[in-house]
């Protein structure tokens, strides 16, 4: 058994199937079965379970892949640490943001983050989606929650609240909802769910209402719900970041401001994978995001 056998079998067990080990070490499924083959033999025990969909490692499987995650995450700080000394901090990193909320504040940060680390490149992936790392390639996410994923690491980064509002002009000419059940008599605009229905619980002491919604209008694009609000075609369910300027100037109304209302997630977090190694690019930017969140999260 070598080096490159026993890094091999990490990549199958952290892919899940030889399919996906093939494309990340860009090799044919063949080749990757035969070389997996050709270890198992050479240590005459069975290191994997096959399955249609899945590979999972047998208790021999399991601990020569904790051997050999050891050293793969040995060999990429040694390749950094030589890297950085040669080349200042570089990397790359692949960061997957909501839409909202990566477009209208998390921008700013990573734009900063690029003028101060500009050999780190950054690819943003601006989605909803809580899916998978490991399927999406993504070395980290940001992601509004309730509960994190069991299977991920995360931190928390912020509360999130969600409100009704609408501009000062439609609140002039239309009642604006006083219960939580008006929610259902107006136009709503908010976000996309896609496959279920629109539930908002709304919170007001020891007090707890649930109402089922029909969005008149509904985007994932925050920027068009933004538009759509100050045009006054209905009651906004949205983060409250989304219209916290045109609060504050007057142009937008709330309405409920004395309930909580959850809808998609109440807190902010950052995952990662619980075994993948995090690059010196990977940690500079979790650590910036962490201190931007703070602050952030102190001003609002």
Excluded at 59 to 68: C, I, P, S, T, V
Aim: proline letters at 4%; aromatic letters at 6%.
């Amino acid at each position: 058994m070598d080096a490159n056998s026993l890094l091999l079998l990490v990549d199958i067990l952290d892919a899940g199937n030889l399919s996906q080990a093939a494309r990340k070490r860009k090799m044919s499924r063949a080749n990757i079965s035969y070389h997996l083959t050709q270890l198992e033999r050479s240590l005459g025990m069975q290191l994997v379970r096959r399955t249609t969909r899945r590979i999972d490692p047998t208790e021999a499987g399991l601990k020569l892949y904790q051997h050999g995650r050891t050293l793969r995450d040995e060999l990429l700080a040694a390749q950094e640490s030589v890297a950085s000394l040669r080349e200042g901090l570089h990397g790359s990193v692949r960061l997957a943001v909501p839409t909202g909320f990566g477009q209208l504040v998390m921008s700013g940060w990573l734009i900063e983050f690029k003028h101060r680390h500009p050999s780190i490149s950054l690819e943003l992936i601006f989605d909803n989606r809580v899916d998978d790392l490991l399927r999406d390639e993504v070395d980290l996410a940001i992601r509004v929650l309730s509960e994190p994923p069991p299977h991920l690491v995360a931190r928390e980064l912020s509360r999130m609240r969600h409100i009704a509002c609408a501009s000062s002009a439609y609140a002039a000419q239309h009642p604006m909802p006083q219960t939580v059940q008006d929610l259902a008599q107006v136009p709503i605009i908010t976000s996309m769910v896609v496959g279920r229905s629109l539930r908002v619980s709304a919170y007001q002491g020891v007090q707890r209402h649930e109402v089922t919604l029909s969005p008149t209008l509904a985007s994932e694009n925050f920027q068009f719900l933004h538009e759509a609000i100050l045009a006054g075609l209905g009651v906004g369910l949205v983060p409250d970041y989304v219209v916290a300027q045109d609060l504050a100037a007057g142009r937008v109304v709330q309405a409920l401001d004395d309930w909580r209302l959850s809808i998609f997630g109440t807190r902010l977090y950052l995952l990662r994978m619980p075994d993948r190694y995090q690059t010196l690019a990977a940690r500079t930017l979790i650590d910036f995001v962490i201190e931007k969140a703070r602050a952030w999260a102190g001003g609002v």
